[in-house]
C-alpha cells in the first residue's frame, strides 16, 4: 500500500543530472583465484613435500603453488578455516562445504569421512593476510583467523542498499548506492538540508506493514535517506519518520536533524541524530528511533472529518562544529 501523494518541498532544486555521482561498482573478489589447479604429488618427489597424509597419499607443494592456494576451498573458492577437512587422497574442503557435497569428495568422490587436515590448520595460524576489503581502501593486515572477525565489521566493507520497499541484495559504496536508488528505484533527490513533506492518504484506516517512502537528500557533501512510512503497532497503526545517514555510523554523528508535524494549533517535534544505514531499516523502525505518531494523533493533525490522512512533516539537517575557542559544539547550518 502506497501513498497517495507525495510533495517535497527542498530548500533548493532538485539535484541535477551531473551532480549525481557516477557509478562507481566494486566488486568484491575473493582474495585469491578459484581457478587454480592443486598439484598431487607422490612422497618420494624431491620437488614437492606433502602437508596433509591421507591413506593412499597427500596434499603435495609444488614449487609454484602458493600455501594461500592450498588454504583454497575447490567447491566454494573461499578461504579454508578449522575444521579443515580432506579425504583418504589428501584432498581438503571447508566444514561448510563438507555437507553441501553430501561428505563425498568432489575432487575424486571417494567418502570423506572425518579426517582432519591438521597440518594445513597449523600452517594458516602461521599466516597474515591483507583485509579483502583493501582494493576499497582498508589497509589492514591480520593473522589468518582474525582476518573474518575483521572483515565482519571494516569500515571500507561495502554498503547494503537502503531501500526499504524491498529485499534488495544490492552491495557498493556511497556513489555507486545513490545512483542505484535514483535508477533503479526511482527515489526522489533533493539538493539542500531543509525539507517539507506533504503526505496524503484517502483512507488511513487501511494500513499493512512496511507502508513506505524514501527521498535522498544531498546535504553538507553527504546523502541522507528520509523514511516515512505507516505499519502496525500492536492493534493500532502508526505512522513513523525517520533519518538515516549514507555513511558510518562515525560520521553519522557529526550531524543532528530535527522534524516536525502538527496542525489544529498543535505540534510534535522530534531532534536526534540520524542512524547510519549500517543499521538496517527494520532495526531502525523496530527501534522507534524517530517521529512517531499515533493514528488519532494523525488524524487530528489532518483536521477536517478524520477520514483523510494529511501530514506535512518539515525538518531540518545541520552539522555539529566544535568551538576552537570554548571547546564547545555549535550548529552549522546549511543555508
Avoid at 164 to 173: H, K, N, Q, T
Avoid at 311 to 328: F, H, M, S, Y
Amino acid at each position: 500500500m502506497e501513498f497517495d501523494s507525495i510533495e517535497c518541498v527542498s530548500s533548493s532544486d532538485g539535484i541535477e543530472e551531473d551532480e549525481i555521482p557516477q557509478l562507481h561498482s566494486h566488486i568484491i573478489r575473493s582474495q585469491f583465484s578459484s581457478s587454480k589447479t592443486m598439484t598431487h604429488k607422490n612422497n618420494n618427489n624431491n620437488n614437492s613435500s606433502t602437508l596433509c597424509d591421507g591413506n593412499n597419499g597427500g596434499i603435495a607443494i609444488h614449487p609454484a603453488t602458493s600455501v594461500h592456494e592450498l588454504l583454497e576451498c575447490p567447491v566454494c573458492t573461499n578461504s579454508m578455516y578449522p575444521p579443515i577437512h580432506q579425504c583418504h587422497n589428501g584432498h581438503t574442503i571447508c566444514s561448510t562445504c563438507k555437507a553441501r557435497v553430501h561428505n563425498r569428495c568432489p575432487t575424486c568422490r571417494q567418502e570423506l569421512g572425518d579426517i582432519r587436515c591438521l597440518a594445513l590448520e597449523k600452517v594458516a595460524e602461521s599466516l597474515e593476510l591483507p583485509c579483502k576489503y583493501g582494493s576499497l581502501g582498508c589497509p589492514e593486515i591480520f593473522p589468518y583467523y582474525s582476518k573474518l572477525k575483521h572483515e565482519a565489521a571494516c569500515n571500507f566493507r561495502p554498503y547494503n542498499c537502503p531501500y526499504a520497499g524491498s529485499e534488495c541484495a544490492v552491495v557498493g559504496d556511497i556513489p555507486y548506492l545513490v545512483t542505484h536508488l535514483r535508477d533503479d528505484h526511482k527515489v526522489d533527490m533533493h539538493s539542500g538540508c531543509t525539507f517539507n513533506h506533504r503526505y496524503v492518504k484517502s483512507n488511513p484506516r487501511e494500513v499493512e506493514n512496511a507502508t513506505w517512502m524514501l527521498t535522498v537528500f544531498n546535504c553538507f557533501g553527504q546523502y541522507f535517506c528520509l523514511h516515512f512510512e505507516a505499519f502496525q503497532l500492536g492493534m493500532a497503526p502508526v505512522y513513523m519518520a525517520f533519518l538515516r545517514f549514507m555513511g558510518d555510523e562515525t560520521d553519522a554523528r557529526n550531524y543532528t536533524y530535527s522534524l516536525e508535524v502538527g496542525g489544529n494549533g498543535r505540534k510534535l517535534i522530534w531532534e536526534g541524530t540520524p542512524r547510519s544505514i549500517r543499521d538496517s531499516h527494520r532495526k531502525v523502525r523496530d527501534s522507534h528511533d524517530g517521529l512517531v505518531i499515533q493514528r488519532n494523533m494523525a488524524l487530528f493533525f489532518s483536521g477536517g472529518d478524520r477520514k483523510e490522512l494529511k501530514l506535512r512533516v518539515t525538518g531540518r539537517i545541520w552539522k555539529e562544529q566544535q568551538n576552537p575557542d570554548e571547546g564547545a559544539c555549535i550548529p552549522n547550518l546549511c543555508s
